[in-house]
């Protein structure tokens, strides 16, 4: 219990026209939010802010974002907080429709300072987001109070978490998968590997002490720009990551990796992508899997390829869910 480092909560009502209420989706519906100032999965600082920034905006009668009607203020509450460090992040999401919005927001960061936390808080912010679609998309973050990051530590490594970064949300867990990761990988001396959806380069960078030079590849930008500003924290210079489609880098790197670690999203690997990969010829590819089904089909094609799954093991990251990650070895029939 209480493993999650980061959670998004919704401001909305139970029921309609009912009080105001902050928390999770009712299941199956669109409109009802559960307050969830119970859950087990979140420790108790988590429920201390949901539930004292529920006080706040209910006795001030400030309305929640409608997503029918496409109007009001309050959004979302974006909480994330390092389990090593015990560092809090609290970032109020609304429109931009009320008046005064400086000043009570002012008056949340006063209240929310003043709270008596278990860990240490280490920023409040206030995004702003009119988009009309029901997710969290920044159209420009204010810091009210400290800082608008903090570090948590996996393996011996830091890393730094904005309210936006990509970053598993159970650290103690992502430190078995990753090290279970690091056991298949093997000896990386001398070696060049590639991390191939490569996220803010968390894996590159736990094999990277001992390599000749790693490769990430990853599609989204930040989590790239992430990836290079944690390695040179840590203090790696044998590191490169490249932004884009995997599909179309690999072409481009002269590289030919000793290694291939793959870390996909839940769709898995564009097959064209894994002939590509497979015609490197690499004895080694560690695949790590939050989907099963999209491991097994990928699976099958690598086998086709000549690789045989020579051992793999299943990490609960996500107690008290269905959701597991996987991690196979795959090796070269020689």
């Not at 209480?2 to 999770?24: A, C, H």
């Not at 009119?130 to 608008?148: C, H």
């Not at 393996?155 to 078995?176: D, Y």
């Not at 491991?295 to 051992?311: M, N, S, V």
Request: aromatic residues 10%; glycine residues 8%.
């Amino acid at each position: 219990s209480s493993y999650r480092n980061k959670m998004e909560f919704t401001f909305g009502d139970e029921k309609k026209d009912g009080p105001l209420s902050l928390g999770m989706h009712k299941k199956n519906s669109f409109y009802d939010i559960v307050t969830v100032d119970g859950c087990q999965i979140i420790d108790e600082d988590f429920r201390l802010i949901l539930k004292e920034t529920l006080d706040f905006f209910a006795n001030r009668n400030i309305p929640y974002y409608h997503r029918m009607r496409h109007d009001g203020f309050l959004r979302h509450l974006l909480v994330r907080k390092g389990i090593k460090s015990g560092e809090i992040l609290i970032d109020i999401v609304t429109t931009s429709a009320l008046d005064n919005i400086n000043s009570l927001m002012k008056d949340y960061s006063c209240y929310m300072e003043k709270i008596n936390y278990k860990g240490h808080l280490k920023g409040i912010l206030h995004t702003t987001n009119d988009n009309l679609a029901d997710t969290v998309k920044n159209e420009g973050t204010e810091i009210l109070f400290g800082e608008d990051f903090f570090y948590e530590e996996i393996l011996g490594l830091k890393f730094k978490i904005t309210p936006f970064s990509f970053f598993q949300t159970n650290s103690l867990g992502a430190e078995v998968l990753y090290n279970k990761a690091r056991d298949y990988i093997g000896d990386t001396k001398g070696k060049v590997v590639f991390d191939l959806y490569s996220g803010t380069g968390t894996i590159a960078q736990i094999v990277a002490p001992v390599a000749n030079e790693v490769i990430g590849v990853e599609i989204v930008p930040e989590a790239v720009e992430a990836a290079k500003e944690n390695a040179k924290l840590n203090k790696l210079d044998n590191c490169r990551f490249i932004a884009g489609d995997v599909l179309k880098v690999i072409d481009e790197v002269n590289e030919k990796p000793d290694i291939v670690i793959l870390d996909p999203p839940r769709e898995g690997v564009h097959y064209k992508a894994l002939e590509k990969i497979t015609g490197y010829g690499t004895n080694h590819i560690v695949y790590i899997s939050c989907k099963p089904t999209s491991l097994a089909r990928d699976l099958e094609i690598l086998e086709g390829r000549g690789y045989k799954l020579t051992k793999a093991c299943s990490v609960d990251l996500f107690p008290w869910t269905t959701g597991i990650e996987t991690v196979a070895l795959l090796t070269k029939n020689l």
